[in-house]
């Protein structure tokens, strides 16, 4: 009696192990195809609360925030050990939630790059991009850093469109390429330039590449700051020298150094007359668009198209929409 006991109890735990097992397979297996898809809703919220967890007062906060309906406790451990470095079978690719890029597949880092995975980086720029953009136009992104935008136009023009994805740091470059090879079912249609956009062909000096989101061609006040020389072309020679495709759009975020760019395309916007959505960082660079722009017979709008700007005061540090009239 007491062997079959003994026996009993050895099977049913041989049989909660091996149901233990199927269940540790099957999660495996969901990681590995998870891999290749979009982020799941309770990885979305999981990862959101474990950024905000840094800075909850409380203990009882924070159990609250990590105990949400839409937050999986085991799941978010998970991401918390393996943290936003490891591989892709281990930590998916991040797919970003909403907004032009929705779907695309990003490698991020959450402390400082959330916004992406979101999708909420500069909606109203995204909501112009989408607005303006259609399917087979030729598209440049002028200051493409990780290619999060990138990316979003690839997917609005589709694969009878193309885009060009200009930027002049190393770091940058990689980044956008291994975030193109992890859509290559969007990315087809994308050309990535290693150089920066400005009026001169050959090499000038980028400041600030300590931050690969701000570095720029306009010189500090302040000569002490880091610089270093980079690749550069003009739009123009781009499109008339090289025989690329000429734009129907251009997106441009460089930091200060949009007059340089617009005056590196002038026969673009002479002859091609593509849209311009531009970020302005600055009276001076402000100016220079005013100058560039409205030589060229453009009016610059607000992003929605409910303004005109009429000086270059109005625009000094915000995002604009540059038609011909």
Known sequence: MAETRAFGNGGRKGTAFGLLG????VAGLLRVWGASGDLWLDEITSLNHL???????????????????NTHPLNTLYLAAVGPGAGPLAYRALSVAAGIAAGVRLQLDLKTEKYYWLGTHEAAVQQALARETKPGMTVYDVGAHLGFFTLGLARLVGAGGRVAAFDPLPENICALRANLALNLERAGNVQVVQAAVANVSGRVRLYGGSDPSRARLA???????????????????????????APQLVKLDVEGAEGMALRGARRVLREIKPAWILEVHGAAAAQAVWEELR???????????????????????????????
Not at 22 to 25: D, E, F, P, R
Not at 62 to 69: G, P, R, S, T, V
Request: hydrophobic residues 45%.
């Open 22 to 25: 199927v269940i540790l397979l």
């Open 51 to 69: 950024a905000m967890a840094r800075s909850l007062p409380s203990l009882d906060t924070w159990l609250a925030l990590f105990f949400h309906d």
């Open 219 to 245: 010189p500090p006040p302040a000569s002490s700051e880091d610089s270093q020389g980079v690749a550069s072309l003009t739009l123009d020679e781009f499109v008339f020298h090289f025989g690329e495709p």
């Open 295 to 325: 030589c060229a017979d453009y009016k610059l709008l607000s992003l929605n198209r409910a303004r005109e700007f009429q000086a270059p005061e109005e625009f000094t540090r915000s995002h604009l929409l540059a038609v011909p009239r």
